[in-house]
C-alpha cells in the first residue's frame, strides 16, 4: 500500500511538473516586438516555438509610450527583438535601453525592402508590405535558429497564402474605391489606400491636433468630397474627428491600426471602407 502511495504521489509529481513546463513556456525561443501586430506575425510563423513579449500593451498610443522597468527587465532573456524599423521615433527612443539591458539579444529591422511612402512608419497595415515584414521575420528566425527552418518555412507558406485567399475576397470591391476619400484622424492607412487608389486625408497635421483654420480647411473639402464617414484610431482621442463629423453630418467610424490578429483585421476594415467610401 505504502509503495502504491508513493507511486501515485510520484506520477502526480511528474504530471504536474511537465504541465507547467509546457505552460511557462521555458522551453520556447523568446522573442521580443514592438507592437501587437508584429506578435501576430511572429506566432504566425514560429507557431508553438515562440513566446513573443509585446512592448506596447493593448489600447496604448504608441508614439509616447515608455517602457517599464519590468518590460526591461523581462527583455533580458529574449533572443531576437523584430523592431518596426528605424523610422519609427518611439523605438529609437527606448532601443538604446534595451541594448544596456538585453545584451544577448539581437535586434532585428523588419522593415528591410519595404518602399517608403512619404516616410510613413505604418506599413503593417497593408498585405503588400506585410508579406515583406514576415519574409523578413522568416530569415531572421531561420538565420537565429536554423534547427528550425522547415518548420518555419511550412508555417510561413500556409500564413502567406491565408493573406491571399483573404485579400481576394476583397481585391475587386476595394479596388472600386479607387479615387474615393478616406478621411482619417491619424496617418495610419496610407499604405493600404495606396494598395486600391484609394486617397487618404488626415486631419491630424504632423503629429499635431489641427489648428481651427486647418479645421476649416478639412470641412471644406469633406464637404465639396461628399465624405459620409471619418475614420479613427481607438487608441486616438477623436474628438476633433466628432466635431468634422457633426458639421458634415458624417458618421464617425473605428478602424485599428493596431490589432491583435492581423487578417481578421484586415477583414474589419475592408468591409468598413467597402461600406462607408462606395
Ligand atoms: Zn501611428
Redesign the pocket.
Known sequence: MKKFIVFVVLITFIFFCSCEQKHNGENKIKIAVSILPFADFVENIGGDLVDVIVMIPPGVE??TFEPTPQQLKELSDAKLYLRVGEILEFENHWLDKIKSNAKSVDIIDCSKNIRLINNN??YWTAIKEVKIIVENIYVALCSKFPDHREIFERYKNRYVAKMDSVENLYHEDLLKLEGKVLLDY?P?WIYLANAYGIVEINIEQEGSEPKPGELKKLVDIAKEKNIKAIFVSPQFDFSNAQTIAKEINAEVVEID?LPEKFLDNFENVAKKLIKHLK
Request: net charge neutral; aromatic share 0%.
Open positions: 504608441p508614439h512608419p505604418h491619424h495610419a491600426p
